[in-house]
């Protein structure tokens, strides 16, 4: 399955990089899924994609949680959340 990546504001900085598209290797089909894979990629993403770090997520641009299931084709993007003042 493929599917297209975004990072948004403290996260894209975290990573450098504000997109990209992967292949999913079999048994990865929920955003929580997804989210620890791609904490396996180093020490920065382990960081920047933390459990308890507050962090919003959607799914074709539709707020996600862990359990929003991935399509192929699908948009998932990560952000922190919008604070005002």
Known sequence: MNIQLRFFASIRE?????????TLPPGITTVGALRG??????????????????LRMACNQLMADEATPLTDGCEVAFFPPVTGG
Request: overall charge neutral; glycine content about 12%.
């Open 37 to 54: 894979l791609l904490r396996e990629r180093g020490e920065t993403w382990a960081a920047a994609l933390a459990p308890g770090r507050s």
């Open 14 to 22: 975290a990573l450098g990089a504000s997109q990209e598209t992967v």
